[in-house]
């Protein structure tokens, strides 16, 4: 069994990846790349690299560090008379907006509030700071603009309803920018409702003149004042490239070329724009309408890309346990490794930080430990010796990319899992060979995929459930043998999670009759609905007795001699059955579907949100129920006493090892292996915090720009890629990566 702690799949794209690093392949004689955030003024440019902010000559010479500080500075700015640089950092924690000489110096802070502030500029006289902010605004959904002394005090908002991306005329008399954020940094092209668009605020009669767009939209944005033009940034014509408005005739002209990448953060002096284009930083010249690329070189520790050592529980996510609960196994950064439960030390099976190794399941033998690896450009099913010991088998498996959630048939034969289209297979190890069983009829949302999978004991059945066309959780069992799957409920209730018991009678199962509205996700108005669910068990056999049944005291009629018989008799059964259990967990599972809904019955727990339903030994089942105020607990439930019992607060998710004697559970940030029992706080905990584990940053970058890649090819809906030709994307984007030197994640 294994507890998922975390996301299973990655959802950025190739651009915003790449966005998110600062890079360059750098000496004496070759230009660093991808410099960011530019700006400039008389004597000097500002960017952003590495983290901290740097500053050089106009024409890209003697480049040196202004900020050192170990959380990133942003958005620099100068000063109208050059002497001052504006800024965006997080010296205290949150984003503020600080400001130092050019010479360099302390900087300092002239914000305070908890929200992030954005510096876009300085005011004309050059005695303030223009920034956005989404201070005052209740949903966080966008800016406004505020100005600030550079003496410090309380920041004015200006009186325009929302902004960004600003920038004042020389006179002051107007403000360029743009009403709501940048929709295009999500999705290239787009073209939607909200578009950017630069509007022209005049501050005497609060008017606005807005930049024309061309029919069908574009994304306009980056506005800034030189002169009496507006200079901006505009993918009307394909790449963003650089154009000019004349509010006086609106006329707009497009005045760079570029078609193979997109200028990037354009900025101004009173005689210049800046931008980053391909990695590089141009200063174009209004006067002459002609780009030039500055040539910086930056010579730098590069601290960010040594190989060393990560240690950190965040970097945990899928975690099980082994079948004796000896260990607890871990996919770790993208790593495998097991950890005692007491002595002993942590063992990386993989050791590899330019593969993505996850979802590991420890074999029912305690030999194997099974996980998908993408080492060979895609991923593949792996089984590697638990001990880290002797050859590690690959199998190419069906499936259309990405897999998730594999489990060991309780002989060991067998590994079921998902893919990325919501389809479940089934593994055949001995036979090399993929078998698909069922496929979700709709996708949407991970939240409301009912497809979850279990094994019968005898490695028989395989219990999943799966959504029908109306987005309704129906229970499935499917036959390994004749290869055939048979409905266990109708489909009219949310049904999930489908378990077997150990003793092959019954079948555990979640289900809700209130799920439907809110399991329709796309209508608004579901939005404050929430749906609770209780377990149910379904008698498998038609001879089989009501397991609940209600119990009666009776006065017994006979005589003492049958009464001590009766009793020998009842001790005798009662020992009989614990010392067959062993044999009766190794008997076939037989299923009689005829009136099957007739023998399915509530279990007397009350109704919550129940999760990870889970069969520990013969008649006992556990579970994580959360109630309406959202707080955890883990539970488990006796078929023979019929009752429930609380066995912890807080546990968040938990995996049973095979004999269903053990647990691996999770509360809060701490780990355990604990008996199946009521559990102490603390009890077991295993020492995740002590885990290490060797990168390499620049393989993992490039490893992540790979899957980023996949990701978007395999789960995008449309296959056309709205015409995009996604193996030249990777082409195009893919040397940038060798530069990187600064991972902003």
């Not at 008997?587 to 579907?593: E, G, Q």
């Amino acid at each position: 069994m294994m507890m998922n702690t975390g996301p299973q799949f990655l959802t950025a794209s190739m651009v915003v990846f790449l966005i998110g690093l600062s890079s360059c392949v750098f000496g004496q004689d070759k230009p660093t790349r991808m410099l960011s955030q530019p700006a400039v003024c008389k004597d000097h440019i500002a960017f952003v690299f590495d983290g901290d902010l740097w500053i050089a000559n106009r024409d890209g010479s003697s480049p040196h560090r202004l900020t050192s500080h170990e959380g990133d500075e942003a958005s620099p700015r100068f000063s109208p008379d050059g002497k001052t640089i504006a800024f965006s950092a997080q010296y205290d924690g949150n984003l503020d907006v600080y400001t130092m000489p050019v010479s360099g110096g302390s900087p300092k802070r002239l914000t305070y509030h908890p929200d992030p502030d954005f510096v876009e500029g300085f005011t004309p006289n050059g005695d303030a700071v223009l920034f956005s902010s989404t201070r005052n605004v209740f949903t966080r959904r966008y800016r406004k603009l505020f100005t600030v002394s550079l003496d410090g005090g309380f920041p004015s908002e200006l009186q325009i309803p929302n902004g960004l991306r600003a920038s004042y005329s020389a006179d002051g008399k107007k403000i360029a920018y743009i009403p709501i954020g940048e929709r295009f940094n999500q999705w290239k092209n787009y073209r939607g409702g909200t578009c950017s668009r630069v509007w022209i605020y005049d501050t005497g009669d609060h008017s606005v003149q807005q930049i024309r767009q061309p029919e069908g939209r574009c994304n306009d944005t980056d506005p800034v004042f030189v002169g009496s033009l507006v200079y901006f940034r505009s993918d009307r014509n394909g790449e963003f490239n650089l154009y000019s408005f004349d509010p006086a005739t609106e006329a707009v002209e497009q005045l760079t070329q570029y078609d193979d990448f997109p200028i990037n953060r354009l900025t101004e002096s009173s005689d210049a724009i800046i931008y980053e284009q391909a990695g590089y930083l141009h200063l174009f010249n209004p006067a002459t309408k002609t780009s030039k690329q500055i040539n910086v070189s930056v010579m730098t520790d590069m601290t960010e890309i040594r190989p060393r050592y990560a240690s950190d529980t965040k970097w945990i996510r899928d975690v099980g346990v082994s079948p004796s609960g000896a260990r607890a196994v871990t996919e770790f950064r993208g790593e495998i490794l097991t950890v005692p439960a007491k002595d002993g030390d942590v063992r990386n099976l993989t050791a590899s930080p330019a593969v993505h190794e996850r979802s590991p399941a420890w074999s029912p033998d305690g030999k194997s430990i099974a996980y998908f690896s993408d080492e060979g450009g895609e991923y593949m099913l792996h089984i590697a010796p638990q001990n880290g010991k002797g050859e590690i088998k690959k199998y190419a498996i069906e499936g259309h990319g990405f897999f998730d959630d594999p489990k060991w048939s309780p002989d060991g034969t067998k590994i079921s899992y998902i893919d990325n289209s919501w389809s479940l297979y089934v593994f055949d190890i001995a036979k090399n060979e993929s078998k698909k069983i069922a496929s979700e009829p709709v996708y949407g949302p991970s939240p409301f995929r009912a497809l979850r999978h279990s094994w019968s004991h005898d490695s028989a059945w395989l219990a999943y459930a799966i959504n029908t066309k109306a987005m309704i959780g129906q229970a499935y069992v499917y036959n390994v043998n004749d290869e055939t799957s048979h409905a266990i409920t109708d489909g009219l209730s949310d049904v999930g999670s489908p378990v077997f018991d150990k003793n092959g009678k019954y079948l555990y199962f979640l289900s809700s009759t209130d799920a439907g509205p809110v399991k329709h996700w796309f209508a608004m108005s579901n939005n404050d609905m929430e749906f609770s669910n209780a377990i149910y068990v379904a008698v498998l056999q038609d001879d089989g007795e009501n397991p609940l049944a209600p119990k009666s005291d009776e006065e017994d009629s006979k005589d003492k001699t049958e009464d001590a018989k009766g009793e020998k008799d009842e001790e005798d059964k009662e020992e009989g059955q614990d010392k067959d259990a062993e044999a009766k967990s190794k008997s076939k599972v037989k299923i009689d579907f005829e009136n099957l809904d007739q023998r399915i019955l509530a279990l007397p727990v009350k109704s919550a949100t129940y999760t990870s339903l889970q069969a520990g030994e013969a008649g006992k089942i556990y579970y994580v129920r959360r109630d309406r105020d959202g707080e955890f607990e883990f539970a488990s439930f006796s078929m023979k006493d019929q009752k429930e019992t609380k066995l912890m607060d807080g546990v968040t998710g938990f995996a049973l090892t095979a004999d269903g004697k053990k647990v691996l559970y999770t509360q809060g940030s701490t780990f355990g292996i604990a008996p199946a029992g009521k559990i102490a706080p603390g009890t077991g905990k295993l020492a995740m915090d002590k885990i290490q584990v060797r990168i390499d940053p620049r393989a993992e970058w490039q490893q992540i720009f790979d899957e980023v890649w996949r990701i978007n090819r395999d789960y995008f809906y449309d296959p056309n890629m709205h015409g995009a030709d996604w193996p030249a994307m990777k082409t195009k984007y893919q040397p940038l990566v060798a530069d990187c030197v600064t991972a902003m994640i």
